[in-house]
């Protein structure tokens, strides 16, 4: 999802000058998790859309239907400092429960569903059909012209098909955004 | 059936109110006095409910932006919660100025606002308008009551958010059918309480650090802000204790003033834009910076890059969001302002036991700083025939001294003069818009000090601009007998703004003149008020005295000098240290700096 707001990689827009070091940007995976009320996506992404922060992707759904909780799941591009300020930002909502930087666990895993439609004929029908299959793919829907591939895995490869597919006469993606969740067995 | 069974049964059956009931009970238990509200057709069931009510006492104000300033007046001075009672559609729309403020300075504040009837929403009903979407980002949480059953204990949480961690404005919409609809009563005790907003545990370690880098500091300042005011007059002590003990120097951001007592030898005046010298060059030129409830906004901290280059900084809030936000600091430490002063007292008195402070350690500091204050630069050229506007806060601060004086402003030159010639030497006695910079707050907030202290002196300093915003507010002042000081200092112009055309725009006065003014006297007459001119030094005492000693709301027309500025200043985009006095040069502020606000 690309937010109204400024390029990933813009400046400060403090008109205050700041030259100190910030570092890279880098992506990060923040989870929320958060009290399950009306109006509360809305507060999350209120306030990263008011600082000026872009988000990438963004999932929500119910999580934990005894407590009422809900995952949120926000990719979003800053430098540690901004990223630190979004981190404490959010964590002062109140139903904000926890933030979880998940990209700063080495154990994280992540993954990512998207449909594909490709419309095709002839030889790019066969390459589509064969590269399909090197990533696995599932096949939901096809004419004689054209089919709906569903692809899981983490959004590197998910890009690399997509990109594969453009020649091949990708015609639509749907992507749910990113999951996340910590490997082994304690709990984030 | 005995007698006793009976008794039982009637305790054991359910006793249900209509929500309007509901409500009024909650802001009973919760404390609540005062209530400053205008009604309108979606609170009328509560207003109903209010009319047999004894306890709470409801303020009658002229447009709702007033309702919430006054409520923060109420809340600033008594330390409490203020509440605000607003109607549904242009109610609710016009109180968003006033949450907004109550956020930016952090002012614990509820608002009630009343909404359509539940199948309505979303119908574009009749003064319907999405009062939760509209205020999601200028309160620190808001709730839509949907059920009367869940009504008592979103009151309750609603002031459990509103006066914990980082204060904040609250908003509480509640549908008219709601109002009516009967439900159970949740006492304070049995409502949910969020557990998001705790204060942690102080962390030792940190103290430790602060401590090591306070006793080995040779230019050591205590940076404090309105985070030691909203941390209660314990925290005020604490810092009184703390910079008794290290001897450091002492200043505050405009929203702290009070918290320590500007007539102590420690004080060095309040910093930043408008700031003493004194203040903004130790700032500037510290080797240790102890910020206090402060946020390092950047009317305090002028260009970023060249601020308090040379210095560790120790950062107390209770925000951990605050932490780093503006300015990277060493230490950041995060909980209430007053058990951390408590916990650094305790820790430096403990390592003086064993080995005693060099208190010449930083002798040679408070000797550059004795040179800063010789250059007196709050000074200004005196007259003798017309009124300067530092003179009139300077007699204003003379006649009103050993007095219980509460001071609420506006915002602009008399705001900046009102902070530099008016002192304070206790917390809470000092209202002002310091964040949201409000035009028009000095009044109603006046108003709801003066509803917390009736026999205080509450004094509004205002500008003949600020003041028109709100000024119907006076028609309340009279109503219910609340005798405001309202001291205008009367320059026609737009003071700041001119100020800054003046600096920026070449002396070009685009629309900062006020043409027609009201005769501010005959204005106050028509009100049932008390009108009062001023227009020569020579009258001015005598005037003011008039003015304290009138027993009803007072409009003061001070007549200045026009072209006066606010001096010193640091323009916008330059350092701490290049601050501007008296004699400006038309190239003093660079290209980038114009850009600035």
Known sequence: MTAQNATPNAPSQSVYPVTRDEGADREVIVAVIVDNEPGVLSRVVGLISARGYNIESLTVAETDMEKHTSRITVVTTGTPSKIEQIKAQLGRLVPVRRVIDVSAETDALERELALVKVVNDGEHRVESMRLADVFRARVLDTTHTSFVFEITGARDKINAFIDLMKPLGLSEVSRTGVLSIRRGVEKD | ?597
């Open chain 2, 1 to 597: 059936m005995t007698a006793s069974q009976a008794k039982q049964e009637t305790k054991t059956a359910a006793i249900t109110k209509s929500g309007a009931e509901l409500l009024l009970d909650a802001l009973e238990e919760q404390g609540v006095e005062v209530i400053f509200g205008y009604p309108g057709g979606a609170v009328l069931p509560i207003y109903d409910a209010l009319f047999a009510r004894e306890t709470i006492r409801h303020v009658l104000v002229r447009h709702e932006q007033g309702a919430l300033h006054a409520a923060e007046g109420y809340a600033r001075s008594t330390g409490k919660v203020g509440v605000a009672l607003v109607t549904s559609g242009p109610g609710a729309t016009n109180a968003v100025t006033g949450l907004a403020d109550a956020l930016l300075d952090s002012i614990p504040v509820v608002c009630i606002t009343g909404q359509v009837a539940r199948p309505l929403i979303g119908t574009d009903a009749f003064q319907e308008c999405d009062t939760t979407g509209i205020t999601r980002s200028c309160t620190k949480y808001n709730y839509l009551v949907k059920s009367s059953h869940t009504l008592s204990t979103t009151v309750h949480e609603a002031f459990h958010v509103a006066r914990n961690g980082r204060p904040g404005p609250v908003l509480i919409d509640i549908p008219k059918d709601v109002q009516f609809e009967t439900a159970q009563y949740t006492s304070r005790a049995d409502a949910r309480n969020r557990n998001c907003i705790v204060t942690p545990e102080i962390n030792k370690n940190q103290i430790d650090q602060a401590i090591d880098l306070m006793r080995y500091a040779r230019r050591p300042v205590l940076y404090t802000g309105g985070g030691v005011i909203n941390a209660g007059p314990e925290a005020s002590k604490a810092l009184r204790e703390l910079a008794k003990a290290t001897g450091f120097p002492v200043t505050s951001t405009l929203m702290g003033l009070g918290a320590f007592p500007a007539s102590d030898p420690q004080w060095l005046g309040m910093l930043g834009m408008h700031g003493s010298y004194e203040a903004n060059n130790a700032m500037h030129d510290c080797d240790l910076m102890i910020a206090i409830g402060a946020r390092f906004d950047d009317r305090v901290t002028g260009r970023l890059d060249a601020f308090s280059p040379n210095s560790r900084k120790v950062h107390i809030d209770i925000d951990p969001s605050s932490i780093n936000k503006n300015v990277p600091v060493d230490i950041g430490i995060i909980g209430d302002a007053g058990a951390i002063m408590d916990a650094m007292l305790a820790e430096w008195k403990r390592r003086d036991k064993k080995e005693k402070h060099e208190r010449e350690r930083i002798d040679g500091w408070w000797s550059q700083i004795d040179g800063w204050r010789a250059r007196n630069s709050f000074q200004y050229a005196p007259a003798k025939d017309v009124i300067k506007p530092q003179y009139a806060i300077e007699r204003l601060y003379e006649l009103t001294r050993g007095k219980d004086v509460y001071v609420t402003t506006e915002v602009g030159q008399h705001q900046m003069w009102a902070a530099q010639f008016f002192h304070f030497d206790e917390p809470n006695r000092w209202m002002t818009s310091g964040g949201l910079g409000t035009m028009g707050y000095g009044l109603p907030a006046a108003l709801g000090v003066q509803a917390a202290y009736p026999d205080a002196l509450v004094i509004d300093i205002a500008g003949d601009a600020s003041v028109q915003m709100t000024m119907q507010e006076m028609s309340a002042a009279v109503q219910h007998e609340l005798p405001i000081k309202i001291f205008i200092l009367n320059n026609a112009y737009l003071g700041m703004v001119r100020q800054w055309q003046e600096l920026l725009h070449g002396g070009r006065y685009s629309h900062s003149y006020s043409e027609s003014l009201p005769d501010f006297v005959k204005l106050a007459e028509a009100y049932g008020g008390h009108g009062i001119r001023a227009e020569k030094p020579d009258e001015l005492d005598a005037k003011i005295i008039e003015m304290i000693e009138s027993p009803k709301p007072v409009l003061f027309d001070c007549v200045v000098t026009q072209q006066e500025n606010v001096f010193p200043m640091i323009p916008s985009g330059a350092a701490h240290n290049e601050m501007l006095f008296g004699e400006m040069a038309e190239d003093a502020v660079s290209e980038q700096g114009k850009t600035l606000v």
